[in-house]
Antibody
Framework: EVQLVESGGGLVQPGGSLRLSCAASGFTFSSYWMHWVRQAPGKGLVWVSRIDSDGSSTKYADSVKGRFTTSRDNAKNTLYLQMNSLRAEDTAVYYC???????????WGQGTLVTVSS | DIQMTQSPSTLSASVGDRVTITCRASQSISSWLAWYQQKPGKAPKLLIYKASSLQSGVPSRFSGSGSGTEFTLTISSLQPDDFATYYCQQYNSYSLITFGQGTRLEIK
């Protein structure tokens, strides 16, 4: 069974940093691109970033470029999102999602809440 | 960036109704469009990919159509479990993926 479990969310002050993790199981993690998607409270889905299967290529939404870094450890079956210079508008539930190519994001984690507030 | 516009934003319907949600892209995305269903407090669930392909395990009352810039999601006969928010997502460009703003389907 495919499982994605995010962790690392919490309350952080503006300007602070946080690292999210997404532990994958039930599939060959190293074969799949992965994405981060976020959702501010009461708002819609917003794509954040994606990373290719070996971690050699990443892409980011303009809103997080230069502040967020996506990485992965295929030996640990884990995806990461390093978030720096956090702003109030980064407050959201952050989901990791598997990229199945044509079928796009076929599996999602349950999400982890990041709250940026003083 | 490719902008995705869904309509309507909110849709009121009854069990058994046939409903259609539209998603328009600001430029052609061929058939690189997916539809997701999301219930409160839950992760999105993939329903349709590549505009019209039904994801495994999704009931056949869900269908998708369209290509280029205009797409539709149709639910042929609404069931109580279908009341949720629906999002389209374009993945034509691997540089930037974008979602529509969502359509909330509520009980009339």
């Amino acid at each position: 069974e495919v499982q994605l479990v995010e962790s690392g969310g919490g309350l952080v002050q503006p300007g602070g940093s946080l690292r999210l993790s997404c532990a994958a199981s039930g599939f060959t993690f190293s074969s799949y691109w992965m994405h981060w998607v976020r959702q501010a409270p009461g708002k819609g889905l917003v794509w954040v970033s994606r990373i290719d299967s070996d971690g050699s290529s990443t892409k980011y939404a303009d809103s997080v470029k230069g502040r967020f870094t996506t990485s992965r450890d295929n030996a640990k079956n884990t995806l990461y999102l390093q978030m720096n210079s956090l702003r109030a508008e980064d407050t959201a539930v952050y989901y990791c999602a598997r990229d199945n190519g044509v079928a796009k994001n076929d599996y999602w984690g349950q999400g982890t809440l990041v709250t940026v507030s003083s | 960036d490719i902008q995705m516009t869904q309509s309507p934003s909110t849709l009121s319907a009854s069990v058994g109704d046939r409903v259609t949600i539209t998603c328009r892209a600001s430029q052609s995305i061929s058939s690189w469009l997916a539809w997701y269903q999301q219930k409160p407090g839950k992760a999105p669930k993939l329903l349709i990919y590549k505009a019209s392909s039904l994801q495994s395990g999704v009931p056949s009352r869900f269908s998708g159509s369209g290509s280029g810039t205009e797409f539709t999601l149709t639910i042929s006969s609404l069931q109580p479990d279908d009341f949720a928010t629906y999002y389209c997502q374009q993945y034509n460009s691997y540089s930037l993926i974008t979602f529509g703003q969502g359509t909330r389907l509520e009980i009339k």
